[in-house]
């Protein structure tokens, strides 16, 4: 009888919580919409409502479990790490405020004060895991980080240094824009990886990333036909689901192809 190693049940636990999250999400918003009777536009939207603490919480622990996981190769890998620096933001940084169905307005100095908090506290956790980096790296004997990694960190650091300049200098702009950038960002990294896994996986005949990255492509000018031509009001709600949707997809679709590779294949290039 074989045991399952720890790493590696830990590794699959760290997938499955990625398509838990958004199913934990996904039911705070349809049970406030129930509750509330009223459709908001956007999944953002609802940080104004009962579901704001899901909401929040979800979204860092996916960005937690973004960062965590390694990709399968120095592409994705720099993606996942972006995409997962991007969560926390979206979560952190509401839309501005905008009257819909009977929803109460919230102080905006205290949304101000809220949004510094969070914004800072991200900055002091991404500081403290630049530091472990590196001291893991001067103690242990990592791999000398690629090309494509070394590209990436630097995007990663010139992103996080723009977010800071941009929040001290004009702080207005930040609170305005900070939510819609990350937030594409967040999901360009995601359509790229699903790109990405449908050019190198090692089962690309029959594993559907194709199809699903296709269909990421597709719903965002789907959206832009919706939205501009058909009028219709829950433009953003409809792309913002289904890309939602599209994404648990493809992870379970991933984990599904990975499920059986070593806790090791979650250790990240720390160098």
Same mark, same amino acid.
């Given at each position: ?108 100095? +205290? &949304?101000? #004060?809220? %949004? ?11 500081? @403290?895991?630049? *530091? /472990? !980096? ?25 992103? +996080? &240094?723009? #977010?800071? %300049? ?11 824009? @900070?939510?819609? *950038? /990350? !937030? ?28 699903? #990255? ?58």
């Amino acid at each position: 009888m074989t045991t399952t190693r720890a790493p590696t049940v830990t590794y699959r636990y760290l997938r499955v919580a990625l398509v838990v999250l958004p199913v934990l999400l996904g039911a705070a918003v349809v049970l406030e919409t129930v509750r509330s009777g009223c459709v908001l536009d956007s999944i953002s939207a609802y940080v104004y409502t009962p579901a704001q603490h899901v909401f929040v919480g979800a979204l860092v622990a996916i960005g937690v479990c973004l960062v965590v996981i390694k990709g399968t190769g120095s592409a994705e890998d720099v993606l996942l790490n972006l995409a997962g620096m991007m969560a926390p933001l979206v979560a952190l940084v509401p839309t501005p405020y905008v009257q819909q169905c009977g929803l109460v307005e919230p102080s905006r100095a +205290a &949304v101000r #004060a809220e %949004v510094a908090n969070g914004f800072w506290s991200l900055v002091v956790a991404a500081l @403290a895991v630049a *530091a /472990a !980096a590196v001291v893991v790296a001067a103690r242990t004997r990592t791999p000398t980080p690629t090309p494509v990694f070394r590209l990436g960190r630097a995007v990663g650091v010139g992103v +996080a &240094v723009l #977010a800071v %300049v941009v929040f001290l200098a004009d702080r207005d702009r930040f609170d305005r824009t @900070a939510h819609y *950038a /990350a !937030a594409l960002v967040l999901f360009g990294c995601i359509i790229a990886v699903a790109l990405i896994k449908s050019h190198t996986s090692r089962h690309r005949r029959v594993n559907g990333y194709s199809t699903i #990255a296709a269909l990421m492509l597709l719903t965002l000018p789907a959206g832009l036909v919706a939205g501009l031509v058909a009028h219709w009001s829950r433009t953003v709600l409809g792309v913002e689901v289904a890309l939602i949707a599209l994404f648990v997809a493809f992870w379970l679709l991933e984990t599904k192809e990975h499920w059986h590779d070593e806790g090791a294949g979650m250790t990240r290039e720390l160098a």
